[in-house]
C-alpha cells in the first residue's frame, strides 16, 4: 500500500480541521470503484485500504496545535504559558485555563484528545479502538489480499488498539477493556478494569503485534508501524507502571494521598503494593527496544556535530537535526500528518501547521503567546554539566543569553529578543518600546502587558519558518528509550556503569559532559532533568511530572517569564530585561488522574452498584 493511501484522511481532516464534522465519516466515502458501506469495505483491498487509513488517524496522533491559538499539552505543566489576552488560559476561557488555576472540571478535563481543548477526548480514544477492532474483525474477508498482507494489517490493528488503551491509561488509571467492535446497540456494561489488566493488556497486544510485523518498511510507507513500534509501545507503558504514581513505594503513599480511596477501588489507580520487579521488566524492555533497534534500520541521530552553526539543514546540529531531517534514523514511529520529503533534506509542505507552535516567529498575528517560563529555563544546565540561576535582571538580553553558555539543546529550542533568526526577518524583535517608537513586532491590538521574551521554536523550521514547512510529530525515538532504560536499570539497582552509560550517550549528543551520579537519588534527579530536556515539547512533560509524582510540587508555584524593554543606549539598541511573575499554578491531588465525562458517569458502566466509577476527588 502506498503512503498516501496511509494518511489519505488525514489530508482532509487536517486541512478542514481535525475531526471536523466533515470528516467524521470519511472512511465511508466513495473510493475509486463504487459505493461502500461499514458491511462492503472490507470487500477488496482497495476499500479495506480506507479503513486501515482512519485508524491511523484515529489512533496515531500527535500534538500539533492547528492555528495560532491551538492547544498544547506544554500549556498544562511548567513549560510553557499562553499570555495573549484573546485566548487568556488563565481566566478559565479554555480547558488550560482552569487547569492551571485548580478549576477543571469533569467536562472540561485536561485530556488532550485528538487536538480537542473541550474535554472531548475520551471519546476519540474509543472511536480510534472501534475502528481497531472493525480491521480486525473483519480484514480476514479481503478476498483480493493474500495472507502475508492480512497478517500486516492485523498486527497495525493490535497495535493501534494497544496504543489507544495506553492513551487512555495514562490520563485516567484503569478503564474499560474493549476488545469488538461495539455498535451502540447494545447498552454498555463494560466496567473500569484495574491498572494491571490494562498494562498486562496492552503489553499482550504488542507482543502480538511485535511477532506480525516487518522490521523495517521502505520509505513510502514511512509513519506505519513496525516490529520496533510496538516494542517501543510495550517499553513505555511498562515504565509508567513500574513509575511511584501506579506503583507507589511505602515512603511516596503521602504524595497521592488526595488521588486515592484508600479501599478496594484503588486497583483501576495503581497497583496494590510497591514491586520493584517491575522496574526490571521496564528496563528488559528498553533493552530490547534498543537491541532491536539496528533490525529495524534505526539509530541514534548523531554526527558528532552538536552545535547549529548555520542556517542550512547541513549545519543543524544534531539534536535540533533529529526534528528537522526527513525520515532520520533515530525515529521508530511518526504522525506523518502528510508530510512528504522537502528541498535540502527537510520536510515538505502540507498541514500539520508547526509554524503555529511559536506564534512571534511567524509573527503574521500577534507577538505575545506561547512564552516560555524562567522555572523551565534554568532546568538546562550550563555547557560544563553545573547548574545556573538566571540573574533577576540584565542589560541586553541577546548578550547575556549568549553569555550563559547553556547546554546547546538550550539554543537549538527557545527563542528569545534579539536572536537572529534568517528566514524570518533578520532580529528577532518582541520588546516593550521604552525611548524607541514601536514595539518591536507586537500588534498593535496586543493589551495588557507586553514584551516577554522566550518563546519556544521547536518544529518551527529554522531555515524556512516564513512557508508551512513542516514536520513529523515524533510519536517515539530512540533516545527515549536509551533515558527510559537508564531510568528503570537505577531504580531497579542503583548506579551502574550500565545505566551511566546510556544516559551519557544522550549528553555526548548533545555536546555535553558525562554524569555518573554515585547514589540512586542523584541519578534519578540527573536521568529526570536529562528527559525534561531531551524531550521539552514533545508531550511527554505532563505525563512524566504525572508519573513521577513531581506534579504537585512542580506545578504548585508561581511561573516567572523575562520581560525586554528597548532602550537607546550610545545610539543603539539595548534589550534591558527583568523577570517577572505571570501566573500562578495550582495543582490538586486529584488532578494525578483526569475525571470521566460526567455523561460517561450517569450511565453507571464505569463502577459498580455502590460507586459510579468516577476517579477519586471529582
Known amino acids: 500500500m502506498k503512503r498516501t493511501n496511509i494518511i489519505l484522511l488525514l489530508v482532509a481532516c487536517f486541512i478542514g480541521g481535525m475531526l471536523s464534522t466533515s470528516c467524521k465519516k470519511t472512511f465511508l466515502e466513495k473510493p475509486k470503484g463504487g459505493a461502500v458501506t461499514v458491511d462492503t469495505i472490507f470487500d477488496t483491498r482497495n476499500q479495506a485500504q480506507y479503513a486501515v487509513a482512519q485508524m491511523y488517524m484515529l489512533c496515531v496522533r500527535g500534538y500539533f496545535p492547528e492555528t495560532y491559538d491551538g492547544c498544547r499539552p506544554e500549556a498544562l505543566t511548567d513549560q510553557l504559558y499562553i499570555i495573549h489576552p484573546a485566548y487568556d488560559w488563565a481566566s478559565n476561557t479554555i480547558n488550560t485555563g482552569s487547569?492551571?488555576?485548580?478549576?477543571?472540571?469533569?467536562?472540561?478535563?485536561?485530556?488532550?484528545?485528538?487536538?480537542?481543548?473541550?474535554?472531548?477526548?475520551?471519546?476519540?480514544?474509543?472511536?480510534?479502538?472501534?475502528?481497531?477492532?472493525?480491521?480486525l474483525k473483519n480484514i480476514d474477508k479481503v478476498a483480493d489480499a493474500d495472507n502475508a498482507w492480512k497478517t500486516d494489517t492485523k498486527g497495525q490493528a493490535l497495535f493501534c488498539r494497544a496504543m489507544q488503551h495506553y492513551e487512555l491509561f495514562r490520563y485516567y488509571g484503569g478503564v474499560p477493556i474493549v476488545t469488538k467492535p461495539l455498535d451502540g446497540t447494545v447498552k454498555i456494561a463494560i466496567p473500569r478494569s484495574s491498572v494491571q489488566s490494562v498494562v498486562d493488556s496492552v503489553v499482550k497486544w504488542c507482543d502480538q503485534a511485535a511477532s506480525m510485523l516487518p522490521a523495517t518498511r521502505p520509505t513510502a510507507d514511512f509513519g506505519r508501524v513496525t516490529k520496533?513500534?510496538?516494542?517501543?509501545?510495550?517499553?513505555?507503558?511498562?515504565?509508567?507502571?513500574?513509575?511511584p504514581l501506579y506503583n507507589t513505594p511505602a515512603g511516596m503513599k503521602g504524595?497521592?494521598?488526595?488521588?486515592?480511596?484508600?479501599?478496594?477501588?484503588?486497583?483501576?489507580?495503581?497497583?496494590?503494593?510497591?514491586?520493584?520487579e517491575r522496574w526490571n521488566r521496564a528496563a528488559k524492555a528498553a533493552k530490547d527496544v534498543i537491541d532491536n533497534a539496528a533490525a529495524g534500520g534505526v539509530s541514534l541521530y548523531n554526527t558528532g556535530h552538536p552545535l547549529t552553526t548555520g542556517e542550512t539543514y547541513a549545519?543543524?546540529?544534531?539534536?535540533?537535526?533529529?526534528?528537522?531531517?526527513?525520515?532520520?534514523?533515530?525515529?521508530?514511529?511518526?504522525?506523518?500528518?502528510?508530510?512528504?520529503?522537502?528541498?535540502?533534506?527537510?520536510?515538505?509542505?502540507g498541514s500539520a501547521w508547526g509554524q503555529y507552535l511559536s506564534s512571534k516567529l511567524r509573527l503574521a498575528q500577534w507577538g505575545v503567546k506561547n512564552n516560555v517560563p524562567i522555572e523551565f529555563i534554568q532546568q538546562y544546565e550550563k555547557i560544563d554539566g553545573t547548574k545556573w540561576t538566571m540573574p533577576a535582571s540584565g542589560s541586553d538580553l541577546p548578550v547575556d543569553v549568549a553569555a550563559w553558555n547553556l547546554d546547546p539543546r538550550f539554543y537549538q529550542t527557545i527563542a528569545y529578543d534579539g536572536k537572529y533568526y534568517s528566514s524570518q526577518r533578520g532580529i528577532l524583535a518582541y520588546y516593550k518600546k521604552g525611548d524607541y517608537s514601536t514595539d518591536g513586532n507586537l500588534a498593535s491590538s496586543d493589551a495588557g502587558v507586553d514584551g516577554y521574551a522566550t518563546e519556544t521554536y521547536k518544529f518551527v523550521a529554522r531555515v524556512d519558518n516564513m512557508t508551512d514547512n513542516h514536520f513529523a510529530w515524533p510519536v517515539f525515538r530512540l533516545a527515549e528509550f536509551y533515558l527510559g532504560y537508564a531510568e528503570a536499570l537505577n531504580e531497579y539497582q542503583g548506579p551502574s556503569a550500565e545505566a551511566a552509560n546510556y544516559l551519557n550517550k544522550i549528553r555526548q549528543r548533545a555536546g555535553m559532559p558525562d554524569k555518573n551520579p554515585a547514589t540512586i537519588d542523584a541519578f534519578r534527579d540527573a536521568v529526570q532533568n536529562e528527559e525534561t530536556i531531551e524531550f521539552a515539547y514533545e508531550g511527554h512533560r505532563y505525563n512524566d511530572l504525572n508519573r513521577w509524582l513531581k506534579a504537585k510540587t512542580v506545578l504548585n508555584t508561581v511561573l516567572h517569564g523575562i520581560q525586554t524593554t528597548a532602550r537607546n543606549v550610545g545610539g543603539q539598541l539595548k534589550r534591558t530585561w527583568t523577570t517577572v511573575p505571570f501566573v500562578t499554578r495550582v495543582f490538586p491531588a486529584k488532578y494525578y488522574y483526569v475525571p470521566f465525562p460526567s455523561t460517561e458517569i450517569s450511565l453507571r458502566y464505569l463502577g459498580n452498584s455502590s460507586w459510579d466509577g468516577q476517579n477519586p476527588g471529582w
Open 99 to 135: 487547569y492551571i488555576t485548580g478549576n477543571m472540571s469533569a467536562d472540561n478535563n485536561c485530556d488532550y484528545g485528538f487536538g480537542q481543548d473541550n474535554g472531548a477526548g475520551f471519546y476519540w480514544h474509543y472511536k480510534g479502538i472501534r475502528q481497531a477492532n472493525l480491521v
Open 228 to 243: 520496533l513500534a510496538a516494542m517501543a509501545l510495550k517499553a513505555r507503558i511498562l515504565l509508567y507502571a513500574a513509575s
Open 255 to 276: 504524595d497521592v494521598s488526595g488521588a486515592r480511596f484508600n479501599d478496594t477501588r484503588d486497583t483501576v489507580l495503581a497497583y496494590a503494593s510497591y514491586d520493584k
Open 315 to 349: 549545519t543543524l546540529g544534531d539534536y535540533e537535526s533529529v526534528w528537522n531531517v526527513f525520515a532520520n534514523q533515530e525515529l521508530i514511529l511518526v504522525n506523518t500528518s502528510n508530510q512528504v520529503p522537502g528541498a535540502g533534506g527537510g520536510w515538505g509542505d
